[in-house]
């Protein structure tokens, strides 16, 4: 039986935006239970300013869906995060250092 992975999620609070389908190509970083963090290539399919939702393939699962908080989480798929910031309708994505 595969296990669930244990990473950081978000609340959505406010509206949803939802970008044409498929959505949004992006590298989300996420952060593991033990603090460890791992960039991984998502689909971002929708977002407020508190929350990003991605689609990702979890290794072992296959594809799922998890609200990450949107801050430090998200860059675009045309190059890993670096310094900067992607402002898609209203809600700022800023890439990991």
């Known amino acids: 039986m595969a296990v ?3 990473i950081q999620k978000a609340v959505p609070k406010g509206p949803i935006t939802l970008p044409e389908p498929p959505g949004l190509p992006v590298f989300a970083r996420l952060r593991w239970h033990d603090g460890r963090d791992t960039d991984v290539p998502a689909i971002a399919t929708a977002w407020t300013r508190d929350a990003v939702e991605i689609t990702w393939d979890a290794p072992g699962i296959g594809l799922r869906s998890d609200w990450i908080p949107p801050r430090t989480s998200v860059a675009p798929l ?4 670096t310094v900067g ?9 800023e890439p990991a250092a």
């Open 4 to 6: 669930m992975p244990w």
């Open 78 to 81: 045309r190059r890993r995060p």
């Open 85 to 93: 910031c992607l402002t898609v309708e209203g809600a700022a994505f």
